[in-house]
């Protein structure tokens, strides 16, 4: 597998995540800036460091299960490991320019 091979798989891991919203947030996963970490390796492996909007977040086992699936019907990842993570803290300051637009704070 060519590193473009490579950066095009994560690309596609990117809309896929780009696809999913946080159930009490109109804004999906990766615009909100939970997603930390993509690391997909020529064996087919796609490691995601993610967190939550707050630790307690009732909806959490149901979003890195959906994170999960969704990776996986991803055209070349052949295993996902999503790892939940809370150090860095996640803040507002960590959304993208279109998600602040989108909930109006900017």
Not at 25 to 43: A, F, K, M, Q, W
């Amino acid at each position: 597998m060519t590193p473009e091979d490579i950066l095009q798989v994560e690309k596609e891991i990117v809309l896929t995540l780009k696809n999913i919203y946080d159930p009490e947030i109109p804004v999906n996963i990766y615009d909100l800036g939970l997603i930390y970490e993509i690391d997909y390796t020529p064996d087919g492996t796609a490691n995601i460091r993610m967190t939550l909007t707050a630790p307690n977040c009732p909806m959490a086992d149901m979003l890195v299960e959906e994170v999960d699936q969704q990776v996986a019907k991803v055209k070349g990842v052949q295993a996902v490991n999503v790892v939940l993570v809370f150090d860095p803290v996640w803040d507002k300051s960590m959304m993208t320019e279109e998600a602040l637009l989108q909930l109006n704070m900017l």
